[in-house]
Structure formats: C-alpha cells, structure tokens
C-alpha cells in the first residue's frame, strides 16, 4: 500500500509539473529560457545588433506565415514567453496615436491563435476592430474572425521600439512581417493603397511612377558624374527614392555640395539607379524585393566603387545589412557618418550657428538598427549653437510613423504619429528638428500650425561650412 501511495504521489506531481509547465504560472518561465535558449537572432545577446530580415525561399510551398504552424518551434515558444509587462505597448507609436495596433495584445493575440490561451481582454489597441474568432494550430491567424484583425497587422511601422523594450528579447517585428508575407504572397491580401505603391514599383522601378532619368533632376545644376557601366569612382551616391521630392532634393543639394567643398570623387547611378526594395520587403512583398534587389546587385556588379553613401536610412540598412544574404555585399554609410569623417579629418570646417534651439530626432532605420546614434549628434554640436534632447531619444527614440509601409496601407487613427513626435520636440522647446532621413522630413514637415522647422543636418552642416 505504502508503494502504490508513492507511486501515485509521484504521478501526480509528474501531472502537476507537467500542468505547471505547459498551462500554470511556470508556463513563461519554461517557454522564456526555452526561447532564450534558441532565440533567432543571438547576435543580440550582449547588445549586438541583428535586425536584417531573413531573405524568404520564394519556392517554398508555403511563404511566410499564415497559420500557427507555419512559424518554427522556438518562435511559437517566444511567443508563449510574453509575461505582459506592457512595456512593448508604452514604446509603440502606433499605440500612443490610437491605432489599431498594440504590440501586447498582438503576441496575446498570437497565443490565443495556438489555442494556448482565451481571447485577450487587457487594454486593446483605441481602435481595435474585434477579432477573437476561431484557433487553433492549422487555423489563419488574420482575419476579421481570427485572432489578428488584418488592421492590426497593417498598422505597424517596424520600427523595432517594442523588441527594444522587450525584457523577453520576442522578435515582433520578425513575426509582424511573416505574417505579412503569409497575406501577401499566399493571399495578394495587401491594403489597397500597398497595392497601388507596390505595382507602382514593378511597373516604374520606383514609388514617385517617375521616367528614372528625373530622379537625379534636383541635381541638375552641381554637375555630378553619372556612373556608366565599367566606370569607376571612389564613392556612388544612392539617392534614393526620396530624390523624386522637391524638398528632399534639397537635402540631396547640400550633401553634394558638401562631397564637391570636401574634394570627394563620387558619382551617382543616374538612369541607372531603382529602388532599393524596402517597402516592398516591409509590407511582406518578398517576390518584389528580391526582383528589385537582384536588378540593383546586377547594375552595380559591373560598375567600381569603393563605397556607397546614401542620405535614406532605409537604403543604408537594406543595402548594409539585408543585401549580403542575396549576393550583394560592399560598405554602405549613411550620410552623417560620411559627414562625420569628413569634419573629424578637417576636409570640412564649421563654426556653429545660432540656429535656434535644434533637436535630433533619430531615424529608427539608422539608430535602433543600426545603431548609429554619435556621429549625427557630433555633427550637430558642431553646427548648431543650441542642441537639446528630445526625451525619446537615441535608440529609444521615437518613430516619425513613415515606415513600414504604414503611409501606404490606409490605416486608421486618432492622431498621427508625426503630430505626436512633434509635440515632444516642443515640450523640450526645440525651435528645430534636425533630421536624416527623407520619410522623416516628409512626416514631420507634414504636421499643421505652429510647429518647428524641420531641416536635414546635410543643410545645417552646409550652412555652418559656409560661415566658417
Ligand atoms: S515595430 Fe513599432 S509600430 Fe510595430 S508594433 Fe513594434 S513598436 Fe509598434
Ligand atoms: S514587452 Fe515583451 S514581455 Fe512585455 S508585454 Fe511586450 S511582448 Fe510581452
């Protein structure tokens, strides 16, 4: 009797262990050491940065995500390991401007469409459209009645606050774009106006649906080079997509002249040049990013150059750190790096202006991706008299709302995200935004009223040459 009541005893705590471990409170631990143990990206465990996208097999019979068991194990298991601390939620843009995205309830939302959980009842996002329909492994995750209404998915900007913040080191932005992919490519269930931007792209080469020979047009007047095929120079000049726009055209007009004062020898791609393919990759469209960026690995493979410099954040990270996976690997700097070297080796001489009271407002691409957090403010200081902090800064600043295909995808809202990081630019009393980035100018020139100037630091080191 004594045996079998051992026996017994111990396979009750064997059930209780098990029920611990897969249902009860050491639920988080056991799937948070098991996900940290496994985690996709360890290049971020003693603060590496690994946030290039994992280029997709586009003849898997599956692409991307569209059911549980379409992510691997261990992702599944990071997702389990959401303790709900809510700090996702308080970094999220799209959250604080009331839209339908909360980063929390999104991973509840991705537990509850394993079955591992009831539909979420914590704070939803303002606008959440309801969706707490059916689950199950084999079950879709997005849909009106699924675990992830479509308008969550839609809203996000990825620009990677929340996997910052994460005490759990769960990868949203990974799984945000996976389940895009799984809409995209297995679906073509994009928002109409992602549609539109991404045949754009296809038919033109670039967003603006422009003749590539008026890319380089704001150039027209500072006489420079055009890369031919077999030429050869020391820097290539990408001016991104954001070269189409007037005003960016003049953040483009003041690093030329920068480049032509320091005696740089560049060259830009001219006719030659399209888009790099980031929105495409960011809205889940992997068959247009891999079909453009095999076209620009394709041009520039019979051109020579030393490095390439481009004022977009979003070329420089998908150029930098995206490209190498598909054949396409050379240096790649942002243009306030470039400038940075420029000014520390004394090929440019500033004396700083009384601008006003000027804030960096950091572009997610080049500092919560990258990093790059010193070299603008070190050009800054050396430009401006006047230089604040915004109090979301560096790599926690936050996002001007521009990326990830959020302009494009007809998302819903309380308030926009740039009127947002426009009051905490006021609250610290900055007269100016100084920023890097041609998405960034746009949203926040983009903001009505009384609001600070915006200016790209290209203008404001220019400016400050000129007076020195
Ligand atoms: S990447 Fe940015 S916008 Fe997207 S869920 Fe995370 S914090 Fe929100
Ligand atoms: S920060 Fe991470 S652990 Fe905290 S609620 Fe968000 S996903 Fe969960």
Known sequence: AVIWLGRALLALGGVGLVWLLAAG???HAFAGSTWLVAHTRPGRFGGGRDTALRPLDLNAPM??????SDFSWNVLASFDACIQCGRCEQACPAFAAGQRLNPKALVQGLVHAMGGAPAYKGSPAPLASAASGACGMHHPIVGADASIHPDTLWACTTCRACVQECPMMIEHVDAIVDMRRGQALMHGAVRPGAARALRTLRDTGNLAGRPPAERADALAMLDVPVLAEGGETDILLWLGDGAFERRYGQSLQALVKLMQRAGLRFAILGEAETDCGDLARRLGDEATFQALAHDVIATLAVR????????????FHALANEYPALGGAWQVQHHTALLDELVDAGRLKLSPQATGTVAWHDPCYLARYNGQVDAPRRLLRAACQNVVEMERHGLRAMC????????????DAQERIPDLRMAQARQVGAQMVAVGCPGCTAMLEGVVGD?????????LVLDAVVAS
């Open 25 to 27: 409170p050491m639920k």
């Open 304 to 315: 020579r150059f030393s490095r390439i410099v481009t004022a977009d954040p979003h070329a």
């Open 400 to 411: 001007c709302g521009g990326g990830g295909g959020n302009p494009v995808s007809d998302v």
């Open 63 to 68: 692409l991307g995500s569209v059911t549980p």
């Open 451 to 459: 609001r600070p100037e915006v200016r790209d630091i290209a203008e």
